[in-house]
Nanobody, 128 residues
Framework: QVQLVESGGDSVEAGGSLRLSCAAS????????MAWFRQTPGKEREGVAQIYTGDNSQDYHPSVKGRFSVSHDNAKNTVYLQMNDLKPEDTGVYYCAVDLFTSCSALKLARPNGWIYWGQGTQVTVSS
């Protein structure tokens, strides 16, 4: 059974940094597409960043390029989201998702409904 557990959410001031972690278990294959999404009340879930664990290729939402960085530790089966220069508009619940045994694509990050396995989310609040 696939399980994803996020951690690392917190309240920070604008300009600050946070690192989110997503610990995965139950993954039968080593190469998967793993992603971070975020959601605020009244808005649709939005793809932030994704990484294909087969070759570490990455995609980012334009609003976070240059500020966020996604990485993966194969030994720990954990995906990280390093968030720097945080802005109030980055506030939201951040979710980890995985698509098994498949590469990533820009289209995949833009379609949260296409993902099956999700974590419970971790809250990030950025104050101005």
């Amino acid at each position: 059974q696939v399980q994803l557990v996020e951690s690392g959410g917190d309240s920070v001031e604008a300009g600050g940094s946070l690192r989110l972690s997503c610990a995965a278990s139950g993954l039968r294959y080593p190469t998967n597409c793993m992603a971070w999404f975020r959601q605020t009340p009244g808005k649709e879930r939005e793809g932030v960043a994704q990484i294909y664990t087969g070759d570490n290729s990455q995609d980012y939402h334009p609003s976070v390029k240059g500020r966020f960085s996604v990485s993966h530790d194969n030994a720990k089966n954990t995906v990280y989201l390093q968030m720097n220069d945080l802005k109030p508009e980055d506030t939201g619940v951040y979710y980890c998702a995985v698509d098994l045994f498949t590469s990533c694509s820009a289209l995949k990050l833009a379609r949260p409904n296409g993902w099956i396995y999700w974590g419970q989310g971790t809250q990030v609040t950025v104050s101005s």
